[in-house]
């Protein structure tokens, strides 16, 4: 059974593809039906679906309000330009790097100058 993703609505569609393409079962918010949902409505419905979550929405790194160990993991892009084309190349980054399965139940920050895995 392979991983379950929610791709958030900052990213573009190309990321669910590019996940779908790596084997991962992954779906953006738009598709789930909680496009423009509040920051912590999504969270719970992410959580209770036991989905792991790929944002670039840096409130999402706050590991005092999504501890680490205590959610279903979290992906956030931090690419230095605004664009398509850095996120893209950050998720594809990662992809080529990690399996998302290792980074389960861990806040994971990527930027071009390297990944910060945060463990509870």
Same mark, same amino acid.
């Given at each position: ?19 779908r393409d790596h084997g991962y079962d992954a779906a953006s918010v738009i598709e789930q039906g909680m496009g ?29 309000? =999504? ?30 790097? =990690? ?16 990944i910060r895995i945060r463990k509870e």
């Amino acid at each position: 059974m392979s991983l379950k993703i929610t791709v958030d609505e900052d990213l573009p569609r190309r990321a669910v593809q590019i996940l779908r393409d790596h084997g991962y079962d992954a779906a953006s918010v738009i598709e789930q039906g909680m496009g423009g949902w509040k920051d912590a409505q999504l969270w719970i419905a992410v959580q209770n679906q036991k989905r792991f979550l790929v944002t670039a929405d840096k409130g999402f790194g706050d590991i005092r309000v =999504y501890t680490p160990g205590k959610h279903f993991g979290i992906l956030l892009l931090r690419p230095d330009e605004d664009g398509i084309r850095p996120l893209i190349e950050l998720l594809s980054q990662v992809l080529n790097s =990690y399996k998302l399965e290792d980074l389960v139940g861990i806040t994971t920050v990527a930027t071009p100058r390297g990944i910060r895995i945060r463990k509870e």
